[in-house]
């Protein structure tokens, strides 16, 4: 059983005495645990003195203020194409600009999307809603039920924080419902069972939540009653990591279930009888269920399966009947085709899949009780993606892009598609270039990854260089069109990286598990290999180059600081994890145990402390100026990270910039406006580290 942190007392439970020791130590050695009291007075008072230090040197940066015009000019853009969700007939958008800044719920027939119509019925005015409650509402999505999708439960996020309230909400009268399902604040996850009940995971009081913050209990609830006579149906145990509600449409009504994770990436997924009794579907723990086709369930699987006298290999997408008598592939990956993703309809099933990173979609159509596929035909070469699928008919709006080449929007009803619209270009590409090239790890892996830049940058020796990384929970880094790196970066002389390290899902599950817990060392020694290759092609210098990440990317960049201090010029470190001795015990922490190991776990933590950012910072090492970014909102990866990182740097005197957005949630930001902030802040810190000096007409 882990460690609790009880206010600023710790107990040690029935733990080995080695590791609850270990982890006395780090507290007693920790004299910042203070700034992990999220909305403590003097943890703020901390805060708002280094984001006025830091904000006066990045705001003075002569790119500043036509950066952050450009970011909001692209942000809040009435160019943009809105993506929508097709259902029930009707084309559904959530849409911010510079007027609708918390943004605007609507719809218009799909008729008249497909046609271009720009004339939109707003459903809900979230910046309206704000001002009459009182509450600094985001939007964080809607579950509308099936088959007319009229009813709709809404999720509004106080500030951008995971914890929000869900409401529901009826379109025809475009008001809440009186005396209708309402959830107070929490982490909570709910699924339709039809008009008058839901599955419901939330905060249910004292004991319904695992260690990581999470539902463990799910509860039936009926129209017309208290949530407290709500009738359980399932609990898991607190030291798993969730229990989430799911539901599904079989064309003629719901059906129940219930995602539990025992791990992050070990799952048992669950059946609920009308009877209110729980069956498991018959998968390896690591398994992902996709949804449900022409009675069949559609399965991801990230380890091999034996059903039936066949074997299926991880990485192949397969389809359950559901009765659970049989089985069959529909896809499988290899060496360099990943699955990506599935969405089904009521009758068939689309596949994203990625070959040596370029894009490729199939539907798949069961015929004679066997599933088929025929390529969706579009551009290859670049990344597609699958925007939104009808559940009902099966239509489905596909895009394709490239680095510098903006989203085309693509009408697909069968195998051919028809160009529907254009996303705009935000950024001159005219001379502008993307190379893929590859590194070599450390243990002789090929390590591939994107440069964009202008031809005259890269031919005219090294440049300002920003390298982008992430490496973690399967992830994928895509070489998409990034409109603000190419706008306030790209456009004005530098070069922008994409990495494809190890530790996301580019090359399947296996490509994920190569860096997990221990084996972590590889993901670093991946993104410090294309630091190296950058340079060794005259690409850029160690005096141009910058690297950027954030959330499981920031810490990325906190190890490649620690480890590398001699590669790089700046950093960019954004709501990152750095305390990797504590990060366990700090908001949804827990959860990711499977995927970093257990500090509490004697064979583990020698690694976390090998490479623990925070407690490796050295006092008499070299290092560069770094900026971290982080929200005191963000209630995933806690502040504290950043902080403690920062005032420990402090303390041995090293330079360091830091800018807390005082709400935003994990995405650092909780509308348009502070969006585009912190990307001006972002480059303008790149551009005063790494020299650019590309400023025309600023």
Not at 587 to 615: C, H, M, T
Not at 684 to 697: C, H, P, S, V
Request: glycine fraction near 10%.
């Amino acid at each position: 059983m882990k460690n609790l942190l009880l206010g600023a007392a710790f107990a040690a439970l029935s733990i080995g005495a080695a590791s609850a020791q270990s982890d006395v130590d780090v507290m007693k050695n920790d004299p910042y645990l203070w700034l992990e009291e999220v909305e403590g007075e003097r943890a703020l008072d901390w805060v708002r003195s280094q984001n006025e230090r830091s904000l006066a040197v990045l705001e003075a940066h002569p790119a500043y203020d036509a950066m952050l015009a450009e970011a909001n000019a692209i942000l809040t853009s009435d160019d943009r194409v809105p993506s929508v969700a097709l259902r029930g007939g009707y084309a559904y958008n959530f849409w911010q600009d510079k007027d609708a800044v918390r943004g605007l719920w609507r719809r218009m027939s799909q008729e008249d999307y497909l046609e271009g119509a720009q004339e939109w019925e707003t459903l809900l005015d979230l910046d309206a809603l704000a001002e009459e409650e009182g509450e600094n509402w985001v939007y964080a999505g809607s579950q509308c039920l099936a088959p007319d999708y009229t009813r709709c439960l809404l999720t509004l996020s106080r500030g951008g924080s995971d914890a929000a309230v869900v409401r529901e909400y009826d379109i025809e009268s475009k008001s809440f419902v009186e005396g209708g399902f309402e959830l107070p604040e929490a982490k909570s996850s709910v699924a339709w069972l039809g008009q008058d009940r839901l599955l419901v995971g939330t905060d249910f009081g004292e004991g319904s939540l695992t260690a990581s913050g999470y539902p463990r209990i799910t509860k039936v609830w009926q129209r017309g009653t208290p949530l407290s006579e709500a009738k359980q149906v399932n609990e898991v145990p607190a030291e798993d990591i969730w229990a989430y509600p799911i539901s599904y449409w079989d064309g003629e009504r719901y059906k129940g279930g219930i995602f539990h994770g025992e791990t992050f990436y070990d799952y048992n997924w669950l059946l609920l009888s009308d009877e209110g009794e729980v069956s498991r579907l018959p998968l390896p723990k690591k398994a992902s269920l996709s949804g449900f086709a022409d009675g069949d369930f559609i399965i991801e699987l990230k380890e091999p399966l034996e059903f039936g006298g066949e074997t299926y290999k991880t990485g192949a997408l397969i389809a359950l009947s559901e009765d659970m008598e049989k089985a069959q592939l529909i896809a499988e990956g290899t060496d360099k085709i990943a699955i990506q993703g599935a969405a089904t309809s009521k009758s068939d099933v689309v596949v994203s899949m990625l070959d040596d990173i370029e894009g490729r979609m199939v539907r798949f159509e069961k015929r004679r009780g066997k599933w088929r596929g025929r390529d969706i035909r579009l551009p290859e070469g670049g990344v597609v993606g699958l925007r939104t699928m009808d559940p009902e008919t099966g239509t489905v709006i596909a895009t394709y892009e490239n680095p510098i080449q903006p989203d085309t929007f693509y009408l697909v009803k069968d195998r051919k598609p028809e160009e529907i619209r254009q996303s705009p270009a935000f950024f001159d590409a005219d001379g502008m270039v993307v190379k893929r090239y590859e590194a070599t790890s450390s243990d002789g892996t090929k390590i591939p990854y994107t440069v964009i830049a202008k031809e005259e940058t890269l031919k005219s020796g090294p440049a300002p260089t920003v390298q982008y990384g992430y490496g973690g929970f399967e992830i994928s880094i895509l070489p998409t069109y990034g409109a603000t790196a190419g706008k306030l970066w790209v456009e004005r002389g530098g070069v922008y990286v994409n990495t494809n390290i190890r530790g996301g899902g580019e090359y399947g599950p296996a490509w994920h598990q190569a860096g997990l817990k221990g084996k972590r060392q590889l993901i670093y020694d991946d993104f410090q290999a294309i630091s190296e290759d950058l340079i060794e092609r005259g690409i850029t210098t160690k005096e141009q180059l910058g690297i950027l990440g954030g959330s499981n990317g920031g810490l990325l960049m906190g190890v490649s600081m620690t480890q590398r201090p001699d590669l790089y010029k700046g950093i960019g470190i954004g709501v990152p994890l750095l305390d990797m001795l504590r990060y366990d015990k700090l908001l949804a922490g827990a959860s990711w145990v499977g995927e970093y190991g257990d500090p509490d776990n004697p064979e583990e933590r020698p690694f976390l402390e090998k490479i623990s950012p925070y407690q490796n910072l050295a006092e008499d090492a070299d290092y560069p100026r770094p900026f971290f970014f982080t929200s005191t909102k963000d209630d995933r990866v806690h502040p504290g990270h950043a902080r403690k990182m920062a005032r420990l740097m402090e303390e041995y005197g090293h330079e360091f910039l830091y800018y807390e957005n005082i709400e935003g949630g994990h995405g650092a930001a909780a509308n348009l406006d502070q969006a585009a902030r912190r990307l001006a802040l972002q480059y303008a810190y790149f551009a005063g580290e790494l020299g650019l000096i590309g400023y025309e007409g600023e």
